[in-house]
């Protein structure tokens, strides 16, 4: 009898008829019968309805998770999830039903990565016979099939690639029911594999449409006047068509699947969903080892060594495989990982580079998640893995692991997250503290401690950073990724500068004494008040005492220096401040690149030969966005310019350790021991002394 071989199911062994014999009191005859038939109908039954009864890899209820993606047709899945004890409460678990299991499946699964609420859009990242389109289009179908009226839009780079990719998917999933080719006054569903699907578009029996762009059409027009609960863009979608993507959902708080094979590289769309991303998940790349040895192609699979033997051996016999092609990555795994139960590693003595499986966007609507090969038995992985074998290690990286270089220079080449961030509490606690500001009229200043030790320096703090500002909430992003020119950008604004909190001075000075724990803000918070009044507000004074003692403060010296008349005298910002009790030095006015330079040379090293003398708090995200990002390609409009100006001052204002010569005044700034000790007057500060006295 010949046998049919499949990606997933292989054909019953010996030793399962033989156990299946003693378990059911039959005979092996019997058995094999009963095993065969049990494996038809499985077969028969994903053949006839590919929506409700086809596999799905794993890593696709990690992307309903981040989407929180409300149906679950993995019937399979909930089943492990509802059996494995190792990953939730046995006796919530039990009571829940396949809704209530879900949900906690995707919450569960959502903190784990780093979420506290569900993404807006989603970019899968992968390689070669990943099943991206897939995992996109049988989404698409699952809305249209659950939700009245839903809208959906399916996109791709011009319309025969449309018909050729994407479409033939589209009506794989589509429920069997559905498959009648209707025109009615409701419903309207014609389709040929040659033309794809009439007028690009189809409507379902309870009121669901979908339309299929690409984007060869006018933005404005094909995308005019959409409200969607799924968009579905299939590789190389223009970034500009993404953010105008994401308002077009928030009329139906709708949700977006992007995926892209990375064969074109690090394109502007990619750098708005990748640029600064955080790993959240990363796994070992088998085909990337680390220690001089083979690539470990069976575990890349994640088969035994015996497993992927028999895959060869059955495809030169000509005969089905006692094998699937691949064994996807137990994803239920991560969530008992973070209970305490260890999960499978790289195999002992073996090193292997890591590479991303989930990665944390700036913006907090976005979320990336890579696709392997591995993840899709019915891609026949192995194939891709043969194709691939003797390829450099880029090539590996983007065919299978989905990976994107970088290929944009930055202003900052130097600076690596891995060698310059470091955790809060690695930071010294000696030290001379400086403080710089850059103030601006039509967005938020941004202000920015550094500490002066010895021999580095630190950036221990930024505002606004990622932390509670009272009255205001915790801050979005100072700047987020921007497609625009190509990706030769410094980004776009982010909710952290725009709009304007609004604040006066006076409320910057609040600020300041909040976080650096002045006394008389100490005092005055003892009390419960909500906010002080002006002018107790204005007589607070560092110098009163301070938990965090700061030498000098500067200030933009182009903003701060800028006179106008107030009260028949020219007033420049510097003596507003002053009149608050709070002392600005104006910062130098020097060439941007000689401040490049400075912090290039302060993050240089070497391995093994020279240390970095600069380095930043992990809490400062804006600042590292900054430096991992800016080209200085938009001049003063950038919206990485205000951390990169303040790290520029600093570097060229020759801020010294005055700690480790001699002990500075308690209290605020340009009074300390680097002025002499003496407890400098308002309107004295050295930077612009002069100026007031003229």
Same mark, same amino acid.
């Given at each position: 009898?010949?046998?049919?071989?499949?990606?997933?199911?292989?054909?019953?062994?010996?030793?399962?008829?033989?156990?299946?014999?003693?378990?059911?009191?039959?005979?092996?005859?019997?058995?094999?019968?009963?095993?065969?038939?049990?494996?038809?109908?499985?077969?028969?039954?994903?053949?006839?309805?590919? &929506?409700?009864?086809? %596999?799905? /890899? +794993?890593? =696709?209820?990690?992307?309903? !998770?981040? *989407?929180?993606?409300?149906?679950? $047709?993995?019937?399979?899945?909930?089943?492990?999830?509802?059996?494995?004890?190792?990953?939730?409460?046995?006796?919530?678990?039990?009571?829940?039903?396949?809704?209530?299991?879900?949900?906690?499946?995707?919450?569960?699964?959502?903190?784990?990565?780093?979420?506290?609420?569900?993404?807006?859009?989603?970019?899968?990242?992968?390689?070669?016979?990943?099943?991206?389109?897939?995992?996109?289009?049988?989404?698409?179908?699952?809305?249209?099939?659950?939700?009245?009226?839903?809208?959906?839009?399916?996109?791709?780079?011009?319309?025969?690639?449309?018909?050729?990719?994407?479409?033939? &998917?589209?009506?794989? %999933?589509? /429920? +069997?029911? =559905?498959?009648?080719?209707? !025109?009615? *006054?409701?419903?309207?569903?014609? $389709?040929?594999?040659?033309?794809?699907?009439?007028?690009?578009?189809?409507?379902?029996?309870?009121?669901?449409?979908?339309?299929?762009?690409?984007?060869?059409?006018?933005?404005?027009?094909?995308?005019?006047?959409?409200?969607?609960?799924?968009?579905?863009?299939?590789?190389?979608?223009?970034?500009?068509?993404?953010?105008?993507?994401?308002?077009?959902?928030?009329?139906?708080?709708?949700?977006?699947?992007?995926?892209?094979?990375?064969?074109?590289?690090?394109?502007?769309?990619?750098?708005?969903?990748?640029?600064?991303?955080?790993?959240?998940?990363?796994?070992?790349?088998? &085909?990337?080892?680390?220690?001089?040895?083979?690539?470990?192609?069976?575990?890349?699979?994640? *088969?035994?060594?015996?497993?992927?033997?028999?895959?060869?051996?059955?495809?030169?016999?000509?005969?089905?495989?006692?094998?699937?092609?691949?064994?996807?990555?137990?994803?239920?795994?991560?969530?008992?990982?973070?209970?305490?139960?260890?999960?499978?590693?790289?195999?002992?003595?073996?090193?292997?580079?890591?590479?991303?499986?989930?990665?944390?966007?700036?913006?907090?609507?976005?979320?990336?998640?890579?696709?392997?090969?591995?993840?899709?038995?019915?891609?026949?992985?192995?194939?891709?893995?043969?194709?691939?074998?003797?390829?450099?290690?880029?090539?590996?990286?983007?065919?299978?692991?989905?990976?994107?270089?970088?290929?944009?220079?930055?202003?900052?080449?130097?600076?690596?997250?891995?060698?310059?961030?470091?955790?809060?509490?690695?930071?010294?606690?000696?030290?001379?503290?400086?403080?710089?500001?850059?103030?601006?009229?039509?967005?938020?200043?941004?202000?920015?401690?550094?500490?002066?030790?010895?021999?580095?320096?630190?950036?221990?703090?930024?505002?606004?950073?990622?932390?509670?500002?009272?009255?205001?909430?915790?801050?979005?992003?100072?700047?987020?990724?921007?497609?625009?020119?190509?990706?030769?950008?410094?980004?776009?604004?982010?909710?952290?500068?725009?709009?304007?909190?609004?604040?006066?001075?006076?409320?910057?000075?609040?600020?300041?004494?909040?976080?650096?724990?002045?006394?008389?803000?100490?005092?005055?918070?003892?009390?419960?008040?909500?906010?002080?009044?002006?002018?107790?507000?204005?007589?607070?004074?560092?110098?009163?005492?301070?938990?965090?003692?700061?030498?000098?403060?500067?200030?933009?010296?182009?903003?701060?220096?800028?006179?106008?008349?107030?009260?028949?005298?020219?007033?420049?910002?510097?003596?507003?401040?002053?009149?608050?009790?709070?002392?600005?030095?104006?910062?130098?006015?020097?060439?941007?690149?000689?401040?490049?330079?400075?912090?290039?040379?302060?993050?240089?090293?070497?391995?093994?030969?020279?240390?970095?003398?600069?380095?930043?708090?992990?809490?400062?995200?804006?600042?590292?966005?900054?430096?991992?990002?800016?080209?200085?390609?938009?001049?003063?409009?950038?919206?990485?310019?205000?951390?990169?100006?303040?790290?520029?001052?600093?570097?060229?204002?020759?801020?010294?350790?005055?700690?480790?010569?001699?002990?500075?005044?308690?209290?605020?700034?340009?009074?300390?021991?680097?002025?002499?000790?003496?407890?400098?007057?308002?309107?004295?500060?050295?930077?612009?002394?002069?100026?007031?006295?003229?």
């Amino acid at each position: 009898m010949k046998v049919a071989g499949h990606a997933r199911i292989p054909p019953p062994g010996w030793e399962m008829i033989q156990a299946e014999s003693m378990i059911s009191g039959i005979s092996v005859e019997q058995a094999a019968a009963k095993l065969f038939q049990m494996r038809n109908e499985a077969l028969a039954a994903e053949k006839a309805d590919m &929506l409700r009864n086809g %596999y799905e /890899p +794993p890593i =696709w209820h990690v992307c309903d !998770a981040l *989407l929180g993606f409300p149906y679950c $047709y993995d019937r399979t899945f909930l089943s492990a999830l509802r059996r494995r004890e190792d990953w939730t409460d046995k006796a919530a678990r039990e009571e829940w039903t396949d809704r209530l299991l879900w949900e906690e499946f995707c919450g569960q699964m959502r903190k784990l990565l780093g979420y506290e609420r569900p993404v807006k859009m989603l970019l899968i990242m992968g390689g070669n016979r990943a099943a991206k389109s897939e995992f996109a289009s049988k989404r698409c179908m699952m809305m249209l099939a659950e939700k009245e009226n839903a809208r959906v839009f399916a996109m791709h780079m011009s319309n025969p690639r449309s018909v050729r990719d994407q479409q033939p &998917l589209f009506w794989k %999933y589509m /429920p +069997p029911e =559905w498959q009648m080719q209707t !025109a009615s *006054l409701t419903t309207y569903i014609k $389709y040929k594999l040659k033309t794809g699907f009439s007028e690009s578009s189809f409507i379902t029996p309870i009121g669901g449409s979908c339309a299929f762009l690409n984007y060869m059409q006018d933005k404005d027009t094909a995308l005019q006047g959409i409200e969607a609960d799924l968009v579905a863009p299939d590789e190389l979608i223009p970034a500009d068509w993404v953010e105008d993507l994401m308002l077009r959902m928030a009329t139906r708080a709708g949700i977006g699947i992007t995926t892209f094979t990375p064969v074109n590289g690090y394109t502007p769309t990619v750098k708005l969903f990748i640029e600064s991303a955080r790993l959240a998940r990363t796994i070992p790349a088998y &085909l990337c080892p680390e220690d001089g040895q083979a690539a470990d192609e069976a575990s890349a699979l994640g *088969l035994s060594a015996t497993n992927y033997a028999e895959l060869w051996q059955a495809e030169d016999k000509r005969r089905a495989a006692m094998s699937p092609q691949s064994a996807p990555e137990d994803v239920i795994a991560w969530l008992a990982e973070a209970r305490g139960k260890p999960v499978k590693t790289a195999p002992a003595g073996r090193a292997f580079e890591l590479v991303p499986r989930v990665m944390r966007c700036v913006d907090p609507r976005k979320a990336v998640v890579f696709f392997n090969p591995s993840d899709n038995p019915y891609g026949n992985p192995k194939e891709v893995i043969a194709t691939i074998r003797n390829k450099a290690r880029g090539y590996i990286r983007e065919r299978f692991y989905g990976l994107a270089e970088r290929t944009i220079s930055v202003m900052i080449p130097k600076f690596s997250r891995k060698i310059h961030v470091v955790k809060a509490e690695k930071i010294p606690q000696t030290g001379t503290n400086y403080f710089f500001c850059d103030p601006a009229g039509n967005r938020n200043y941004f202000l920015s401690w550094f500490r002066k030790s010895k021999q580095n320096t630190y950036l221990y703090r930024e505002w606004p950073g990622n932390y509670q500002i009272p009255g205001i909430g915790v801050p979005g992003p100072w700047a987020i990724p921007s497609g625009r020119n190509d990706g030769r950008n410094d980004g776009a604004p982010g909710e952290g500068q725009k709009p304007s909190f609004g604040f006066g001075l006076a409320r910057y000075k609040f600020e300041i004494a909040r976080l650096e724990r002045w006394q008389d803000w100490k005092t005055w918070s003892a009390g419960g008040d909500e906010y002080p009044d002006e002018e107790e507000l204005a007589a607070w004074d560092a110098r009163g005492g301070a938990d965090e003692l700061i030498e000098e403060r500067f200030i933009d010296s182009r903003a701060a220096s800028a006179p106008r008349i107030e009260n028949d005298r020219p007033e420049t910002l510097v003596t507003f401040f002053d009149d608050l009790n709070l002392f600005f030095n104006l910062t130098p006015g020097a060439d941007v690149t000689d401040g490049v330079s400075k912090i290039n040379s302060a993050l240089d090293y070497e391995d093994g030969v020279s240390a970095p003398h600069f380095f930043i708090s992990e809490e400062c995200e804006n600042s590292i966005y900054a430096l991992e990002n800016w080209l200085n390609a938009d001049g003063d409009k950038g919206a990485c310019k205000d951390p990169m100006d303040l790290m520029r001052y600093y570097f060229m204002a020759g801020c010294e350790d005055i700690a480790k010569n001699s002990t500075p005044t308690r209290g605020g700034t340009s009074y300390g021991a680097r002025q002499g000790g003496q407890g400098w007057q308002k309107g004295q500060s050295r930077f612009h002394k002069e100026e007031r006295q003229g």
